[in-house]
């Protein structure tokens, strides 16, 4: 007969911690992911922080915090990793009554891009491991990963080039906002600048004299549309690098530099078009807007959106230095920049190519080609 109670009392408990558990399992239980640092650069380590808390009476026996993110993100000595088209976290919890846990993880972030984990799935069980328990709970966790710079060796020589061109352009445009004085009209001479009140008094035409312009904009114009239906992501990777290291190097310099691209943003959807402008919170922008950049989404013809741009802003092709970064060479596209090149008197072109990759353009009058190696990651 004390068989058959304890039996009966034994088969109560498992009955009642298993409603118990059905009911009350996930109460007062919350998980969180976090990243320690909101950005950092492409190749940096991370730490990856979950905090998990029970805060009842009723222990959580078995708990498994599962969340997935770009394989991007390669965690060190992590054994609950499962990495396909993505990367697969599962890590186990046992909690006791009113106990947090903290875990951090490691992680090398080896590409640029926008991460986000949004979403983390629970699974426990009972005291008995019979049910599987389910739950979803949001996570808000986002970590930036900025392009890294290319070989500042390397990219001496194009940005020495680069620097060359544009200091002699600065002396090569006058400013029509700063004036210099008045002197006697030459047949070279526009009649727009001449001072008609001056040539009255003097019976003779007169012109006014403007100092040169003080600082020369330079615009990089990053083209991300494949040339055919190949696809070449680490070019496109190393023309985003590019682009970040030169610009980067101008900032330093005090000169005055823009983004246009026909690549779209990941979170907005729209292309990325920064003004020029100086300075730390600029260059700052433009790292944010090559991270964010996304290769996925179809691209339109680059100078449909830089006509777009140059449209809107009213802006001259004689106004600004252009810097074209991409490894695409159809003729639609040279013949594009080989205009607005022509208009403002010179550009550069950084050609980023596989050594095997053929060049079938090359420098003249109004366009500089700079042949830019890549390594084939195939070998």
């Not at 100078?303 to 970064?325: H, I, L, N, W």
Request: charged share 25%; proline share 3%; glycine share 6%.
């Amino acid at each position: 007969m004390e068989i058959l109670f304890a039996l009966l009392g034994a088969f109560a408990v498992y009955l009642l911690q298993g409603i118990l558990y059905s009911y009350f399992w996930d109460k007062g239980l919350s998980a969180e992911i976090s990243f320690s640092r909101a950005e950092i650069g492409e190749g940096e380590s991370c730490e990856l922080k979950e905090v998990i808390i029970n805060r009842k009476l009723l222990p959580v026996p078995m708990l498994h915090v599962k969340f997935q993110t770009d394989k991007s993100l390669e965690f060190q000595n992590e054994k609950n990793v499962s990495v396909s088209d993505r990367c697969y976290k599962n890590d186990i919890f046992s909690l006791m009554m009113y106990q947090k846990i903290t875990r951090t993880l490691t992680f090398t972030g080896t590409k640029r891009g926008l991460y986000q984990i949004d979403r983390l799935d629970l699974v426990s069980t009972d005291l008995f491991m019979k049910e599987n328990l389910l739950d979803s709970v949001e996570n808000h966790a986002q970590l930036l990963v900025y392009p890294c710079t290319v070989d500042m060796e390397r990219i001496t020589v194009p940005f020495k080039s680069l620097m060359g061109m544009v200091l002699t352009r600065q002396y090569a445009y006058e400013d029509p906002f700063e004036f210099r004085g008045i002197r006697q009209y030459q047949s070279y001479d526009s009649m727009k600048d001449i001072n008609w009140k001056a040539s009255a008094k003097t019976g003779e035409f007169k012109v006014n004299v403007h100092d040169y312009t003080a600082r020369q904009e330079v615009v990089f114009l990053l083209n991300i549309k494949d040339e055919t239906f190949l696809e070449y992501n680490n070019l496109k990777e190393e023309s985003i690098r590019l682009v970040n290291s030169l610009a980067g190097l101008l900032s330093a310099k005090g000169m005055p530099v823009g983004l246009i691209s026909n690549g779209k943003d990941i979170l907005t959807g729209e292309e990325l078009v920064l003004d020029t402008g100086s300075g730390r919170p600029h260059m700052q922008a433009i790292r944010e807007q090559l991270a964010r950049l996304d290769l996925k989404q179809q691209p339109r013809e680059l100078f449909e959106v830089y006509g777009e741009y140059r449209k809107e802003k009213k802006q001259k092709a004689d106004s600004v230095y252009y810097v074209m970064v991409s490894y695409s060479q159809r003729k639609e596209l040279y013949e594009s920049f080989k205009t607005i090149s022509h208009k403002g008197k010179g550009s550069m072109w950084i050609l980023p190519l596989i050594n095997s990759m053929e060049q079938r353009i090359l420098s003249d009058m109004d366009i500089t080609i700079y042949r830019w190696e890549v390594p084939d990651e195939r070998l």
